[in-house]
């Protein structure tokens, strides 16, 4: 079975400091993917960036960095600099992959980490 | 525009009264699922489908149909809603199972009186 755990159910910061969520997953393949989404409080769900399990490169993309770590099990997400418009429900997620296996392709999400940035 | 579709946005009614949660997706995507979300559960899914005619259970089905008949459309069906099928669902589909990012829709806030 795979399993995501996002153990920090609320988060709250001011303006400009910089914030980690924590994301540590569990699978027996070799072969999956992983995922962050955002769910600002207009309620869409917004694809922010794809992992595969062969690629341990971190990426920053703006204010967002990414730190994947296999030897951990956790794809954490850090906001530098915070702003208001950063609040939201962050959800990380896996698909893992495995021939003949119920849980082909399938996608787990975490339970989610609410994210509040006070101004 | 490339778009997953939910209708309706919002729906509150009675116990046992059937409903549908229409989903379309102008995408050609042979994927397409259906969650629910809840407070503390992150999203669960419900039911997907990897293509025409081929559907099948996920985490959480007990309660729920759905049906996929074309390409495009995924509906989501509670032939009798109770109360603990108040929740905010999700249709979402992608171009393969798993490995590419899913589009989702608006989602359907549901309320089982």
């Known amino acids: 079975a795979q399993k995501v755990t996002q153990a920090q159910t609320e988060i709250s910061v001011v303006e400009k400091e910089d914030v980690t969520l924590d994301c540590v997953y569990e699978t027996r393949d070799t072969t999956y993917y992983l995922f962050w989404y955002k769910q600002p409080p207009s309620g869409e769900l917004v694809f922010l960036i794809r992992r595969n399990s062969f690629d341990e490169q971190n990426e920053i993309s703006g204010r967002y960095s990414w730190n994947f770590q296999k030897s951990t099990s956790s794809f954490n997400f850090t906001i530098t600099a915070s702003q208001v418009v950063d609040s939201a429900v962050y959800f990380c997620a896996l698909s893992a992959f495995h021939a003949g296996g119920t849980s082909y392709g399938k996608l787990t999400f975490g339970q989610g980490t609410i994210l509040t940035v006070h101004p | 525009e490339a778009q997953v579709t939910q209708n309706p946005r919002y729906l509150i009614t009675v116990t046992g009264k059937k409903l549908t949660v229409t989903c379309s997706q102008n995408?050609?995507?042979?994927?397409m699922s259906w969650y629910r979300q809840d407070p503390g559960l992150g999203l669960r899914q419900i039911y997907y489908s990897m293509n025409v005619e081929v559907t099948d259970k996920g985490d959480v089905p007990e309660g729920y149909k759905v049906s996929r008949k074309e390409k495009r459309n995924f509906p989501l069906i509670l032939e009798s809603p109770s109360p603990n099928q108040t929740s905010l669902y999700f249709c979402?589909?992608?171009?393969?199972?798993?490995?590419?990012?899913?589009?989702f829709g608006d989602g359907t806030r549901l309320s089982i009186l």
């Open positions: 995408m050609n995507h042979e994927y």
């Open positions: 979402a589909s992608s171009l393969t199972l798993g490995r590419e990012p899913q589009h």
